[in-house]
């Protein structure tokens, strides 16, 4: 079995030391993507947050419409409208 040379585990750390360097770099640009998503998540939940507000308050717009029609039909139901 022939021996190993000092240089020879030198040169494999070398090696693994640029791999580990590349993946730090990786990892590095990972984070960053990963935040950027974050930040359109939160926006997205923002703007589903002032949808549902804007549904509520068109809801309850068309409810008082609704209430103000039926005592509307219960008014010409008890004295038509007759135009002058």
Do not use: C, W
Request: cysteine-free; hydrophobic content about 35%.
């Amino acid at each position: 079995m022939p021996e190993i040379d000092g240089s020879l585990i030198f040169e494999v750390l070398k090696a693994i030391q640029t791999r580990l360097d590349r993946m730090d770099l990786t990892l590095g640009e990972v984070k960053s993507e990963l935040g950027s998503i974050r930040g359109h998540l939160i926006a997205t939940e923002g703007d589903v947050k002032n949808i549902y507000g804007v549904l509520a308050r068109q809801d309850d717009r068309l409810e008082h419409i609704e209430r103000r029609l039926d005592l509307r039909e219960l008014a010409e139901a008890q004295r038509p409208y007759e135009p002058k």
